[in-house]
């Protein structure tokens, strides 16, 4: 039994049957149950080890592989947060700089997942999630290394409880233009290595847009930012917003203000700017204006959505949505304002959770008729 995390170390029970680990096939129906967590990143992680301090199995799916999101942040990442906001699990994050690289981050959260054992399903996306007689949740999930055609390719899964952890990251917002699909487009930005000597657009003025065209012009790349404001945004990085200024200032970086892109062609894009219409070129092109949860997913797991800033129906006290026993976790729990819940905010999220979980178990095993 693993020790962290109440999972045996031979089988994982999902309910309507269990899968072997060791093989990979189906195997027959355990009596226990583990709560199924929907994401794999720093907040998955921590709901499934303050589950197994409770001696509540619990196992995360993830559509992509163990910190996937982390993973696909740009190389040369580092946290606005600092180190002493950013750890889980009571876990010091040890490094020397106050704000933690990307591949630190890395480090430390596998690390922490191997100390607890956390176990991950990799390449599994949980489609939806729907109530079930006595309160219980089927989980309908699609392995992602399968051909669509296989068969078993979809399964469904019984489970207590449902936590969705999944954060925003792997939904960047669409321009909504013309062209977006095309393959020189990117919407998540990693390395500059491949655009020197390139003319290269960033579409954004916040964190993720500033940051990437810095690097591109430091790498080699010939940088225009569009922007739809007046000014970069105030809320970038401190120690990035005036090195941005003074690139642009000096003309090192073209900003284009008060501009907005209405079609991407294969080497240039189409855009409006106060003295009307123009065309840049543009070799590549990062549209990098943010990020918002999977509402669609929501909906489909029966998830209420309130107000205009489409906020998650929940309790604060649990975190369990209006869908008895689905919980959520993290960043998602802000709706729209994608800004407002941050790690450094949402540490206690695994713990409020995990605690509702266990008081309901509780409140049922004594409820229980005896036999």
């Given at each position: 039994?693993?020790?962290?995390?109440?999972?045996?170390?031979?089988?994982?029970?999902?309910?309507?049957?269990?899968?072997?680990?060791?093989?990979?096939?189906?195997?027959?129906?355990?009596?226990?149950?583990?709560?199924?967590?929907?994401?794999?990143?720093?907040?998955?992680?921590?709901?499934?080890?303050?589950?197994?301090?409770?001696?509540?199995?619990?196992?995360?799916?993830?559509?992509?592989?163990?910190?996937?999101?982390?993973?696909?942040?740009?190389?040369?990442?580092?946290?606005?947060?600092?180190?002493?906001?950013?750890?889980?699990?009571?876990?010091?994050?040890?490094?020397?700089?106050?704000?933690?690289?990307?591949?630190?981050?890395?480090?430390?959260?596998?690390?922490?997942?191997?100390?607890?054992?956390?176990?991950?399903?990799?390449?599994?996306?949980?489609?939806?999630?729907?109530?079930?007689?006595?309160?219980?949740?089927?989980?309908?999930?699609?392995?992602?290394?399968?051909?669509?055609?296989?068969?078993?390719?979809?399964?469904?899964?019984?489970?207590?409880?449902?936590?969705?952890?999944?954060?925003?990251?792997?939904n960047p917002r669409k321009l909504g233009v013309p062209g977006e699909d095309l393959p020189h487009v990117h919407s998540r930005y990693?390395?500059?290595?491949?655009?020197?000597?390139?003319?290269?657009?960033?579409?954004?003025?916040?964190?993720?847009?500033?940051?990437?065209?810095?690097?591109?012009?430091?790498?080699?790349?010939?940088?225009?930012?569009?922007?739809?404001?007046?000014?970069?945004?105030?809320?970038?990085?401190?120690?990035?917003?005036?090195?941005?200024?003074?690139?642009?200032?000096?003309?090192?970086?073209r900003a284009l203000f008060a501009t907005r892109v209405l079609e991407i062609r294969r080497a240039s894009i189409l855009i409006e700017?106060?003295?009307?219409?123009?065309?840049?070129?543009?070799?590549?092109?990062?549209?990098?204006?943010?990020?918002?949860?999977?509402?669609?997913?929501?909906?489909?797991?029966?998830?209420?959505?309130?107000?205009?800033?489409?906020?998650?129906?929940?309790d604060p006290d649990t975190l369990e949505t209006n869908v008895p026993n689905l919980y959520l976790a993290g960043a998602i729990l802000?709706?729209?304002?994608?800004?407002?819940?941050?790690?450094?905010?949402?540490?206690?999220?695994?713990?409020?959770?995990?605690?509702?979980?266990?008081?309901?178990?509780?409140?049922?095993?004594?409820?229980?008729?005896?036999?």
């Amino acid at each position: 039994m693993c020790g962290g995390c109440g999972i045996g170390p031979a089988t994982l029970d999902f309910g309507l049957w269990t899968l072997d680990p060791a093989t990979g096939q189906n195997v027959p129906v355990a009596e226990s149950f583990p709560v199924v967590i929907v994401g794999a990143g720093p907040t998955g992680i921590a709901c499934a080890i303050e589950l197994g301090r409770r001696g509540i199995a619990a196992v995360c799916y993830e559509k992509g592989f163990l910190l996937d999101t982390i993973y696909h942040f740009p190389e040369e990442m580092r946290w606005f947060s600092t180190r002493d906001l950013l750890d889980i699990a009571g876990i010091p994050f040890a490094v020397p700089d106050a704000h933690p690289t990307r591949l630190e981050s890395l480090a430390y959260y596998r690390a922490v997942a191997e100390k607890f054992q956390v176990k991950t399903i990799p390449q599994t996306e949980i489609v939806a999630i729907r109530p079930h007689e006595g309160g219980e949740l089927v989980i309908l999930s699609e392995a992602k290394d399968l051909p669509s055609s296989s068969a078993g390719n979809r399964r469904e899964i019984r489970v207590p409880a449902a936590i969705i952890a999944t954060g925003f990251f792997h939904n960047p917002r669409k321009l909504g233009v013309p062209g977006e699909d095309l393959p020189h487009v990117h919407s998540r930005y990693i390395s500059a290595y491949p655009f020197h000597d390139r003319d290269v657009v960033v579409v954004g003025a916040k964190n993720s847009a500033a940051e990437a065209a810095l690097d591109l012009y430091r790498h080699g790349a010939r940088v225009t930012m569009v922007v739809r404001g007046s000014a970069i945004s105030e809320r970038v990085k401190y120690w990035i917003k005036p090195d941005l200024e003074n690139r642009i200032r000096a003309g090192k970086i073209r900003a284009l203000f008060a501009t907005r892109v209405l079609e991407i062609r294969r080497a240039s894009i189409l855009i409006e700017t106060p003295d009307g219409q123009k065309t840049i070129p543009a070799e590549a092109v990062f549209p990098l204006i943010g990020y918002q949860p999977d509402f669609a997913f929501f909906e489909r797991c029966g998830i209420r959505l309130e107000g205009a800033q489409r906020v998650p129906a929940h309790d604060p006290d649990t975190l369990e949505t209006n869908v008895p026993n689905l919980y959520l976790a993290g960043a998602i729990l802000g709706g729209v304002e994608v800004g407002r819940i941050f790690i450094e905010n949402s540490r206690h999220h695994a713990s409020l959770i995990a605690a509702a979980i266990e008081k309901r178990r509780s409140a049922a095993s004594v409820s229980a008729p005896s036999h």
